[in-house]
């Protein structure tokens, strides 16, 4: 959980570098300030001991290696269409991606969007109560 | 011409998502418990958010978009991890334990 909070915090810096820092107050605020939080409260109800390995060092390098190979990947096919596509150039650019731009863009053209976001987070969290409540009831 | 200084070369941040996501695949595939499967599944979350700021700021012309797609994915994050803590701690009411191994009533 110590690890998830300070992986936000790094993630956040990145996007301080990536020219924005509006994201980069959102990471903070939601992950370590909300998820990190909700996840140790799972942690003290739910206990999770991780229990001693049983497998060998070699499984655990092969799926290592697996997860590498995936990752380069797509890291690879990334990097080409980053390379070679034909972008617009930087200077055309629209907006300066500042807040205020953020805010239009959020209630002009992605209102929709911005809406049913905000009833999937509504479902969502009425169906974590739904859930972790059946299953208070139970004896 | 003098190098770019390092913040503003878009394969520093390819390579720290593509590293992210090694981490979160390997940590998905071997975690035992599903606490540490849902946090990795977050790290994996993360990477696909870095990739989409890098490519919004490298190289779209309104940068506006790729921040306000970063932040759909966080909030659908953020149900997410909602759902399935409920979801674990019902599994650990009935179960009394989340180890992945124990949760086999439905194993062939």
């Known amino acids: 959980m110590c690890g998830l909070a300070i992986c936000c915090i790094g993630l956040a810096g990145l996007y301080y570098f990536l020219h924005s820092p509006f994201l980069a107050l959102m990471e903070i605020l939601i992950y370590v300030g909300a998820v990190c939080v909700t996840i140790v409260f799972a942690v003290m109800l739910a206990e999770p001991d991780e229990p001693v ?69 509504l479902v969502a969290i009425i169906g974590a109560l739904a859930v972790a409540r059946t299953g208070r009831t139970k004896p | 011409m003098t190098p770019l200084p390092l913040p503003d070369r878009p394969d520093i941040y390819y390579i720290v998502a593509a590293f992210l996501l090694a981490i979160g695949i390997f940590g998905l595939l071997r975690r035992r418990t599903l606490i540490g499967m849902l946090i990795s599944g977050e ?66």
């Open chain 1, 53 to 121: 390995r049983d497998e060998n060092r070699g499984s655990t390098l092969l799926w290592g290696g697996f997860a590498l190979v995936i990752s380069a990947a797509i890291f690879w096919g990334l990097w080409r269409l980053g390379a070679q596509q034909d972008w617009t150039a930087p200077v055309t650019r629209v907006s300066d991606g500042s807040v205020a731009a953020i805010g239009k863009s959020l209630l002009t053209t992605y209102s929709m969007a911005f809406e049913l976001i905000s009833l999937a987070l």
């Open chain 2, 43 to 108: 790290l994996i979350f993360s990477a696909a958010s870095l990739n989409l700021m890098a490519f919004n700021r490298f190289r779209a012309p309104d940068p506006a978009v790729g921040q306000i797609f970063v932040l759909f994915i966080m909030g659908l994050a953020a149900a997410e991890i909602a759902i399935a803590l409920s979801i674990i701690i019902a599994v650990y009411r009935n179960y009394r334990s989340i180890k992945t191994r124990e949760l086999s009533e439905l194993n062939g």
